[in-house]
């Protein structure tokens, strides 16, 4: 029997440890690995991206909708220089990703060969675990500690392989100390519990408040129940970052959604009104948002070097969301004073009455809220939503409703844009069948397009929805609302991504009026396999954020005053959607 190559060894170990999908692009420095994939290809699935970049864009969000380790492989040089940006997601976003790299031939390293691109060096930042392997007996041992790194620690971790090195053999070389079989394919999740005494302390806190909010994020995601018997037991009102969009349904008397430029009115006056803030599984970063430093916190991270990074806590609770919070609940007192939680409640009402106002307007342009609008009421309870940064985000945010066992993800604190296509394609692969909703813009769109094609190579059962105002939204607000100037650089050339779908073999549907966003929106959807709807909605229309504040407003007008070209359609919009909002 022949003894095993180093990429053998690589692929054997990989299956071992339970992995069943790569994202890759091909390239001539992982040759040795594709011939072993090629040989395996019943036990592993290789899935061929058009960009490095997508690869682990789509490995990230494998590993966020499965809660498994996602693994990207790229070639030497330029092709591992690609993984980078969505490596950089997986780690804001605390993902467990393995990225594997080739590299030139081991005796021309330093010489000025071809693609003699130092990885090891590049990848220093981004890699919790980062390691090249030598040789045959030193497979086992990178590969089971750079997995063991990345599942226990949340995070990316990079093995480099010189193309030369995949081939060689195991002829039972290996040092002396390098015992046999020492190494395990074993990883045991850890849900650690604060002492007893943390718990107490953290109950004795929560228990004084009479005005509690419950803000929710990505490490809440699998502690609903628990979240819900908090808010309950607290009367306390749950507000959600971004990634814990999906953290409790939005039906939820409790919730005032989220939090932010992308929230709501009410989750901002319940920061600023409550008395006690129980942050758990999120470091939301924008610290405006936050209410004042002398409200009492509670905060529930199984990241020690998060607490109190966004707010002063009084008591912090290191461990597991959810096994932390089942040990504090039985600590917790009953409330019955409702007031605060029903102030809130009211609130609520009057900002989905103006979200309902929103989403089924008449008006011509189409506005992007009739888009999502209808679409969160027609797709399934149990979707996946995988959504690009941009304008499209607060769309989502506000008029996705999160119903049943839906997921929601996009790139959180990296917020890059062109995530979303390459999501939708992890998605799928680690959920067959289930129905996957990409929600992008078409700026974000068409940084990664290229990707639409490897959706119809496999035929996901992907729907994409392009809100497309021919524009760089987020960016042309920011400039308009933040900075007082005039817009520049934003506008984009149009295209037709119907026309664009249909080239790659995919449904492409069009839409740009309000009365038939229905159904237009029900076809794509009964559709089997990918379809694209090119949605061209109002190019004035400003995400404005939950309240508005002075500061806003003065450059609001600012770069209306200063030349902004597209004055006198955005004031009418705007006072529009203000009387809208007003009266809805």
């Not at 400039?479 to 506008?491: C, L, R, S």
């Amino acid at each position: 029997m022949p003894n095993k190559s180093v990429a053998e060894l690589l692929i054997e170990r990989l299956m071992q440890w339970g992995v069943d999908t790569i994202f890759s692009l091909p390239g001539d420095g992982i040759n040795g690995i594709y011939e072993v994939l090629r040989i395996n290809e019943k036990n592993i699935r290789l899935v061929q991206v058009r960009h490095e970049e997508a690869a682990s864009f789509a490995a990230c969000a494998f590993a966020k909708f499965s809660g498994r380790l996602g693994v990207c492989l790229a070639t030497s040089g330029p092709g591992g220089v690609h993984l980078l940006n969505g490596l950089y997601d997986a780690k804001f976003d605390g993902q467990p990703v393995l990225a594997i790299t080739g590299h030139t031939f081991h005796d021309l390293i330093g010489t000025h060969y071809k693609q003699d691109l130092d990885l090891d060096k590049l990848f220093m930042d981004v890699a919790a675990y980062n390691e090249r392997i030598m040789g045959p007996s030193h497979v086992h041992n990178v590969v089971d500690e750079a997995i063991k790194t990345a599942l226990s620690q949340r995070t990316v971790v990079h093995i480099n392989i010189p193309k030369d090195i995949q081939e060689w053999e195991m002829d039972g070389q290996r040092s002396a100390s390098n015992t046999l079989s020492h190494s395990a394919d074993i990883y045991k999740m850890s849900r650690p519990v604060p002492s007893q005494l943390e718990l107490t302390c953290a109950a004795a806190v929560i228990n004084d408040g009479k005005k509690v909010v419950i803000l929710a994020g990505r490490g809440a995601l699998d502690a609903r129940e628990e979240i819900l018997r908090l808010a309950a037991m607290t009367q306390g009102v749950v507000i959600k970052a971004l990634l814990g969009k999906a953290v409790i349904p939005d039906d939820s008397p409790y919730t005032t959604g989220g939090i932010g430029l992308l929230g709501t009115a009410p989750s901002q006056d319940a920061m600023q009104e409550c008395d006690t803030l129980i942050m758990v599984g999120t470091s939301f970063p924008y610290l405006e948002f936050y209410p004042k430093q002398n409200v009492r916190t509670v905060q529930i991270d199984i990241d020690s070097t998060r607490i109190g990074l966004r707010h002063k806590v009084e008591v912090s609770l290191t461990g597991d969301s959810r096994e932390t919070l089942r040990a504090l609940l039985e600590l917790l007192k009953q409330q019955e004073g409702k007031g605060f939680l029903e102030k809130s409640q009211g609130r609520m009402k009057v900002w989905n009455e103006f979200l309902i106002s929103e989403g089924t307007c008449k008006d011509k342009p189409l506005k992007p809220q009739v888009v999502a609008h209808q679409l969160s009421s027609l797709i399934d309870s149990n979707c996946i939503i995988c959504s690009d940064t941009g304008l499209v985000t607060t769309w989502a945010a506000r008029h996705i409703l999160i119903r049943g066992e839906m997921q929601f993800s996009a790139s959180g604190n990296l917020s890059s844009m062109a995530n979303a296509l390459p999501y939708a394609v992890g998605a799928s692969m680690a959920n067959p069948g289930r129905q996957i909703i990409c929600l992008c813009g078409d700026g974000g769109f068409t940084m990664l397009m290229c990707e639409l094609a490897t959706i119809a190579k496999y035929n996901l059962p992907v729907k994409i929805i392009i809100f497309k105002n021919n524009t760089f939204g987020m960016v042309k607000w920011e400039q308009i609302v933040f900075e007082g100037n005039p817009e520049y650089g934003q506008d984009l050339h149009p295209i037709d991504f119907a026309m664009f779908a249909r080239s790659c073999g995919v449904t492409g549907l069009s839409l740009d009026d309000p009365a038939q966003a229905e159904e237009v929106i029900r076809k794509a959807l009964s559709i089997i396999g990918p379809a694209v709807i090119d949605a061209q909605v109002d190019p004035y229309e400003a995400p404005m954020p939950g309240h508005i504040n002075s500061t806003q407003a003065i450059h609001f007008a600012e770069s209306m005053i200063h030349g902004e070209k597209d004055r006198w359609n955005i004031i009418k919009t705007v006072v529009k959607n203000n009387i809208r909002r007003i009266f809805p």
